[in-house]
């Protein structure tokens, strides 16, 4: 991950507006991928069992590679090999001959030193016929070898791609059952006059509803009317509600105030640290990183950075969580946060 090599020395905006390197939840190049959908999870199942092949197919082309050179070597052994008993039977022949024509030896010894020769030589192609017949027989058993890992190798390939067809056949019928759908809504279809009359009466049906849910929420103890209050009333009670623990009721005041464009870098701290106080760390995370990428000077970027951290080392990302812990340390070294902070990157490093 990007905060790995990142300079603790850069500036909060630099480090925490990196999307991807600060904040890897659905990130397929991570080490550790966290927050995936069930479709990045199966491209990552798939991308993995094809690096897997590709790593078995580099090896089986290394292991022919070498059958190659081991090949080339015996076959230039026999080469050499021949040559020289070609080169040995011209020297013994001119050797015998020189002697017979200086009378050194008598026809009787000339006759068995030929017939020696000719033994050995007889000896000599025997054993090179034997070493070819040898040499067929290795590079026939290495070839039956790669042959039989490729086999393998390309059963692989098959059983993913029926992995994928399947997949795609399930596309397929989704896309067939929405068709049938259509073709259903087509052979239903209704004239304009009918359907204004159908919304018209939906519409009646909707507001008789709202208005019937409208009476029983204000009947309630907790029912709060956005409409009647301003956006610094509604403020106000959501950071009561997170100082109660009502974490899940200041969830929905802050939203509302992020749908207002009311200070939504704070907004969106405050949902974040609701989610850290209940355990929901990878949504705490998400909306950490949101109130950075709109304002990163706020006065809460201590708590900021020590609870991302936490959230980080929650969900066993523990390098991430450093790296907060030392910008924590770095950028705001006189806060309580990053004493705090010191302390959980020194546990971290101990162990």
Known sequence: MGFRTLSLTVSTLSILSAEVSVFGAGDLDSPSPYGLTQSE????????????????TGKLERRVEELQNGIETLQELVQTIGQQNNEHRIKIANLVEDLRQNHLVTEISYKEIKENIDKTQTQVKKQEV??????NEKIKESFAEVNKALKEQNGRLVEIEKGLSKDFDEVDKKIATIGQTLEKINSQYVTQKQL??????FN???ETVISEFEKLSKGRDDYYDFSKHSNVEIFEEGKKNIELGKYQEAIKFFSYLITQHYR????NFYIGESYYFTGNYEQAISHYKESVAIYDKSSFMPALLLHSGVSLEKINDVEQ???????????YGDSVEAKRAKEFLDKLNKQ
């Open 196 to 201: 204004d009359f159908i919304v018209g009466e």
């Open 321 to 331: 969580a450093k790296s907060f812990y030392s910008v924590l340390v770095s950028q």
């Open 264 to 267: 939504p870098a704070t907004d």
């Open 130 to 135: 034997e070493t070819k017949k040898s040499l």
């Open 204 to 206: 009646s049906f909707k």
């Open 41 to 56: 999870r199966k491209i990552l199942e798939n991308r993995e069992s094809i690096e897997d092949v590709s790593k078995e």
